[in-house]
């Protein structure tokens, strides 16, 4: 009988700490979404009220009623990608003009000039380790540049709403690939967005790259850029890309141990690992397998002396066979 | 006078034949493949894929037809492990090859036409022929392949231990191509062997 209702009373307290333990669990979790959320998101609910989805309701003065309309395509903004961003902290207003409060907006708002991204981050010492001005000067030599002049900005890569670091960041290489790669597929896989720059028809890219064997595997697992652009030792991201003549075809800059990817998608990953590891071939082997290019070195000594012993056992035993020879 | 006995059929000879060839191939341009050197390759890496992979996909072909024959034909009789005894009739055969033979002493297993390998070669045979080759074969059309089959069962990683595998039982395969070739000297004489493996019969010692 007591050890029944100890037995409860156990219960009983065992089901108010987890109550206890799960209320402050909750907390935490608010207190950490608070605070995860970006400075400016409320102000900027304003904006994506309307900008947010693809309808947005106004109110007709004229006839006093709610109307629903839907959104362009082109003007819808994600929330959660651009709370995920570098410029998440912002108001939409920071790169907008002010006057956008206003609905319908002012038809003169259309020819706002933008900023550039050097006008925010050159010679910011903040900023110094981007090398925005070398960024730059690589952009404007790009075949982008050169072809479109003032048509071809840094925006068209770097979606303003959703940019994000990824290559210099945590993430796995895979990921990293397909967000860089998705930039330069925005265009090169979207004749409408292609045809805004020039009236040229869109090269079949599948097509273009059929000499590469493997290719679904190759475009998962190595940037465009990393053919198309030239390397620069100073920038993480080469900028500079150039024509088509001078891509990367030769398979050995790949696939081979001073495989051109050590320079630039592994490069950061390479840094980093050798400072927390010290052993850089670890990190890359971890992430992908590049025929030619990562070797693990254990694996290649053992290969070596179990070769050796095979020859060795051969050689003596053949020998022995011959000194031992019926005479 | 040494005896002969009819111990290779033709189809046996002429699958050894092709299967010796692509093994080489395979082997040259698969070393070429994982040691590339772009200043002085071996062999230039898109032609050594491009060889790896036809001659792989021969060999699977190939492979199918020695299966086969090892079912249908009397020939698969010769490679049925009996697991009964098998570690001391390997270690009687090991020793023979250490120490007997250089005191001349009598095979434990003398060649016959009810069993034409000795222990340590059906043993050997059948490791190469029925599991290593087999999984080099299969991580080798996983590496073709890869959006089919690792992808899918083995997410993210899947293709990096196929990799390993391939590379690793590949050497393997190496191995025993040299050792087989080596022991295939100790015969009635220095080529008896490989004479035999072209014109079918085998010649006692
Ligand atoms: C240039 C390379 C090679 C040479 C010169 C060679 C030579 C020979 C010779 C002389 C024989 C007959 C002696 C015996 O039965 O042991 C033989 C049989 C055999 N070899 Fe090879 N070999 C070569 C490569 C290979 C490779 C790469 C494999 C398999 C991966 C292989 C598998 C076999 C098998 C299974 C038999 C027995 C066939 C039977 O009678 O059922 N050989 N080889």
């Known amino acids: 009988m007591t050890s029944l209702i100890t037995n409860r009373i156990r219960k009983v307290t065992v089901h108010l700490l987890m109550a206890v333990f799960i209320m402050l669990l909750t907390s935490l979790n608010l207190v950490a979404q608070t605070k995860q959320k970006a400075v400016n998101a409320a102000f900027n609910e304003k904006c994506l009220k309307c900008h947010g989805q693809s309808k947005y309701k106004y109110l007709n003065p004229e006839s006093g009623s709610e109307v629903t309309k839907r959104m362009y395509l082109e003007t819808i903004i994600n929330r959660d990608l651009f709370a995920e961003s570098n410029h998440k902290n912002f108001k939409c207003t920071d790169c907008h003009s002010e006057d956008y409060d206003t609905f319908p907006h002012p038809g003169r708002l259309r020819m706002e000039s933008k900023y550039a991204c050097i006008d925010c981050h050159g010679g910011d010492e903040k900023y110094a380790k981007f090398k925005f001005e070398e960024i730059e000067k690589e952009f404007q030599s790009s075949v982008h540049a050169t072809k479109h002049a003032d048509d071809f900005n840094c925006w068209m890569c770097h979606n303003p709403h959703t940019y994000k670091i990824k290559t210099r960041s945590e993430e796995k290489i895979k990921d990293i690939v397909a967000y860089d790669n998705a930039i330069c597929l925005n ?34 697992n190595v940037r465009c850029i990393e053919c198309h652009a030239r390397a620069n030792d100073s920038i993480l991201v080469a900028h500079n890309i150039q024509p088509k003549a001078k891509a990367v075809r030769r398979c050995v800059e790949c696939h081979s141990t001073n495989s051109i990817l050590m320079a630039t998608l592994y490069k950061y990953k390479v840094k980093e690992g050798r400072s927390k590891a010290g052993f850089y071939n670890g990190v890359i082997m971890n992430e992908g397998y590049v025929i030619g290019a990562n070797r693990n070195y254990y694996l290649g000594l053992l290969s070596l002396i179990m070769f050796s012993c095979v020859a060795a056992g051969i050689l003596i035993h053949a020998s022995l066979r011959i000194l031992k020879r019926k005479k | 006078m040494s005896e002969k006995i009819y111990l290779y059929p033709m189809w046996i000879r002429l699958w050894h034949a092709l299967n010796a060839i692509l093994i080489i191939l395979l082997i040259i341009t698969g070393v070429s493949m994982q040691y590339t050197d772009p200043s002085n390759p071996l062999i230039r890496f898109d032609i050594a894929v491009k060889m790896h992979n036809i001659s792989g996909m021969i060999l699977t072909l190939n492979y199918l037809i020695f299966l086969t024959g090892s079912f249908i034909t009397p020939n698969g009789k010769y490679y049925k492990l009996t697991l009964k005894g098998l570690f001391p009739r390997l270690m009687k055969q090991f020793m023979f090859y250490t120490f007997g033979i250089f005191k001349h002493e009598k095979a434990p297993f003398p060649v016959t036409k009810e069993s034409k390998f000795n222990p340590l070669q059906q043993f050997t045979y059948v490791i190469a022929m029925f599991m290593l080759v087999p999984i080099v074969i299969v991580t080798g059309w996983a590496l073709l392949y890869p959006e089919v089959v690792l992808t899918k069962f083995l997410s993210g990683s899947g293709l990096r231990v196929n990799d390993f595998i391939h590379v690793i039982i590949g050497f393997f395969v190496s191995f025993f191509m040299f050792i087989h070739i080596y022991f295939c000297t100790i015969g009635a004489t220095f080529v008896s062997n490989f004479k035999s493996m072209i014109t079918g019969f085998h010649e006692s010692h």
Do not use: E, G, R
């Open chain 1, 187 to 220: 265009c090169h896989a979207d004749i409408t967005k292609y045809q805004m720059l020039t009236d040229k028809v869109n090269p079949n890219i599948i097509q273009k790259h059929a000499w590469l064997p493997n290719q679904a595997l190759h475009f998962k």
